[in-house]
Structures are given as C-alpha cells and as structure tokens.
C-alpha cells in the first residue's frame, strides 16, 4: 500500500521553526517531482513549495518565498520542508503530495500562536 507519510508538524510562537517530513512507504518518491500543499481553516489548499527530481530546481509561494526551504534525501527517501519566521497566517494542515501519481499525505498541523 502506498503511503506518504507527514511528520514534524506542532504548535510553534511567531517567529519559530519547525521541519516538516515525507517519507515514503511502499512508493519510491526519489523518482518523482514532490510538492508540499496546505489547508487553512475555511481556505482552499494552496500550494507550497516543490522540488525536482535532483533537487535542483525549487520553487515556492509568494507568501513563504525566503522563509521556508524545501528539500529531499533520496537515500532516505523523503522530503523536507523547512520553516523559518513562522507567522499567524502560516497555520494550516500541511501535505505532503506526488503530483504525478496524485498521491497524497494524511497532513500534519502546523500551528502558530503566542
């Protein structure tokens, strides 16, 4: 059975950090484009961050360009995203997704509150 599988989601002040992961299980992402999509309450899930095959080529949203970093270790066969300055409006359930298969996590909150 194909699973992606979310980590390293929790509840961080403004300001913080936190390291979300995807690794897979019985699915070799390592050969795949990978991209990390969020939710917000009452909002549309927008997409995050996606990284290539190599990792070479990122690109992210507008409202997180320069403060979160996405990443992957093929060897480990997982991906990585990387917050920084986190914000209010950064709260949301984040999920980790293959587009090409269409296959996606279960999510893992981030929350970000004083």
């Known amino acids: 059975q194909v699973q992606l599988v979310e980590s390293g989601g929790g509840l961080v002040q403004p300001g913080g950090s936190l390291r979300l992961s995807c690794a897979g299980a019985?699915?070799?992402?390592?050969?795949?484009?990978m991209s990390w999509y969020r939710q917000a309450p009452g909002k549309e899930r927008e997409l995050v961050a996606s990284i290539s095959v190599s990792g070479g080529t990122t690109t992210y949203a507008g409202s997180v360009k320069g403060r979160f970093t996405i990443s992957r270790d093929n060897a480990k066969n997982t991906v990585f995203l990387q917050m920084n300055s986190l914000k209010y409006e950064d709260t949301a359930v984040y999920y980790c997704?293959?587009?090409?298969?269409?296959?996606w996590g279960q999510g893992t909150q981030v929350t970000v509150s004083a």
């Open positions: 997704h293959a587009p090409s298969r269409n296959y």
């Open positions: 019985g699915f070799t992402l390592s050969t795949y484009i």
